[in-house]
């Protein structure tokens, strides 16, 4: 057969006390044609370079000869015979070997099959940090690539953790989810050692496949992250471009081949997630023209109508270095929100003709748009410029800003509650400790 259903499993494996010093190392196997009774691997369909997710957690003991030796299958039933199944070949060597090559990545020829090329097997070990968390993990994707001629895609992640000398290891696959380009897959638990060996800011590489049944999966693209920025959960920070290297390198107009994450949640966690917020988009965003304020105020507003009961109010901060370019749009969507929590600072940056944004401050005449007047002046417009200090006093000037920026906050958000009637809560009652009976035994 061409191609090949591979495993493979280790065995001869020599056992020692436990009173003997001992590190523990994990191997993974994979296989450049294939791939392993300490343990079996998972079965790889149709490949002829399977690159085997399941790990071997071993004793490593430094003074002692501890010998391997990968047999090679090719599956041909369900059966857990071995004898049911082709072999392919073996490898022999010894842990030792594995553990004392280069970067810990032992490569070596396939043997048992006496004239016969059989490829060549990849062992990596690495030494085990004693991290014992797991992590619970899902992921969605928005509009990866199409792959497939009569449907959409069948898409699947793998994930890999980086190695010291730039290489990856397989860590992880979830299930494929079939013909849709916006897949939900299903949440997964997994240890933090598997994935990162308890560091936090190792590199984890996620790609993306669209599944083939004969094996030849197509890929879609790539991204990066670690698990420090994963374990900040659903959030603006987990959402990732998927980049294929290759269209992006042929395409002058390529931008990406989909997102993992949710781009619909916004929320960040308190002043700190906001300021996190804007330097991460400061390095993903192109800035450039033309400098249209509709939308983003618009797309705020979809969630300020969803809250009306005077449990949140939304304030949008726009930092702009253009002249506005939708004016009317602007003035209009300014008088839709108006009905609404929410208040709008604006603040100009660079030496630009910022005229326009005084008249949507509205603080000498209300914002109009076809003849109907914003409900409440919601609009703050300060001019950076006007707030740098030539002493070099920054930290006066800086609070000079902050006051005049927040300035009209309060009056806007009363407005809203007083029109509408709501009012505080009521003050929740004094605090009274619990009486404790202490039962004292001599």
């Known amino acids: 057969s061409p191609q090949f259903g591979n495993m493979a499993s280790v065995g001869e494996f020599n056992s020692f006390s436990a009173s003997i010093p001992a590190t523990k190392v994990e191997l993974s196997v994979s296989s450049i044609t294939f791939l392993l009774q300490f343990g079996r691997t998972e079965v790889i369909d149709n490949t002829l370079n399977p690159d085997f997710v399941r790990k071997f957690i071993m004793d490593y003991f430094f003074e002692e000869r501890e010998n391997l030796r990968f047999d090679l299958y090719d599956v041909d039933s369900k059966s857990p015979n071995l004898s049911k199944h082709d072999f392919l070949g073996q490898v022999f060597c010894t842990l030792g070997e594995i553990v004392g090559s280069q970067g810990s990545r032992l490569e070596k020829a396939i043997a048992g099959i006496p004239g016969k090329k059989c490829g060549t097997i990849i062992v990596?070990?690495?030494?085990?940090?004693?991290?014992?968390?797991?992590?619970?993990?899902?992921?969605?994707?928005?509009?990866?690539?199409?792959?497939?001629?009569?449907?959409?895609?069948?898409?699947?992640?793998?994930?890999?953790?980086?190695?010291?000398?730039?290489?990856?290891?397989?860590?992880?696959?979830?299930?494929?989810?079939?013909?849709?380009?916006?897949?939900?897959?299903?949440?997964?638990?997994?240890?933090?050692?598997?994935?990162?060996?308890?560091?936090?800011?190792?590199?984890?590489?996620?790609?993306?496949?669209?599944?083939?049944?004969?094996?030849?999966?197509?890929?879609?693209?790539?991204?990066?992250?670690?698990?420090?920025?994963?374990?900040?959960?659903?959030?603006?920070?987990?959402?990732?471009?998927?980049?294929?290297?290759?269209?992006?390198?042929?395409?002058?107009?390529?931008?990406?081949?989909?997102?993992?994450?949710?781009p619909?949640?916004?929320?960040?966690?308190?002043?700190?997630?906001?300021?996190?917020?804007?330097?991460?988009?400061?390095?993903?965003?192109?800035?450039?023209?033309?400098?249209?304020?509709?939308?983003?105020?618009?797309?705020?507003?979809?969630y300020a109508s969803s809250v009306k009961d005077g449990s949140q109010y939304f304030i949008l901060l726009i930092i702009t270095d253009g002249v506005i370019s939708d004016m009317a749009q602007t003035k209009e969507s300014i008088v839709n929100a108006s009905k609404l929590p929410m208040s709008i600072i604006i603040v100009g940056v660079g030496p630009a003709e910022f005229d326009a944004m005084e008249e949507l401050d509205g603080d000498v005449v209300r914002v109009s748009s076809r003849g109907k007047y914003a409900e409440r002046d919601i609009v703050q417009f300060v001019p950076f410029r006007d707030y740098i200090d030539r002493s070099g006093n920054h930290i006066l000037s800086m609070a000079r800003l902050a006051k005049d920026v927040l300035a009209e906050i309060p009056d806007q958000f009363l407005s809203y509650m007083r029109v509408r009637g709501i009012k505080p809560s009521p003050a929740p009652p004094p605090y009274t400790p619990p009486l404790h009976v202490l039962q004292t035994q001599i």
């Open 124 to 262: 990596t070990a690495e030494e085990l940090n004693c991290c014992r968390d797991s992590v619970l993990m899902q992921f969605c994707a928005n509009k990866l690539d199409k792959k497939d001629f009569f449907g959409k895609s069948d898409p699947f992640l793998v994930f890999h953790r980086s190695n010291e000398d730039g290489s990856f290891t397989i860590c992880h696959k979830t299930e494929v989810v079939k013909n849709t380009l916006n897949p939900v897959w299903q949440a997964f638990k997994i240890s933090v050692r598997a994935l990162c060996n308890g560091d936090y800011d190792r590199t984890i590489k996620i790609e993306v496949y669209d599944w083939d049944r004969d094996g030849s999966h197509d890929f879609i693209g790539e991204f990066t992250t670690s698990y420090r920025e994963l374990s900040r959960g659903q959030s603006q920070f987990n959402v990732y471009e998927v980049i294929n290297p290759k269209k992006k390198g042929k395409k002058k107009k390529y931008i990406n081949s989909g997102t993992n994450g949710n």
């Open 264 to 302: 619909q949640n916004p929320y960040c966690n308190g002043i700190d997630g906001v300021m996190e917020a804007y330097y991460r988009s400061l390095k993903s965003v192109q800035l450039y023209g033309p400098t249209n304020f509709a939308p983003v105020i618009n797309h705020v507003a979809r």
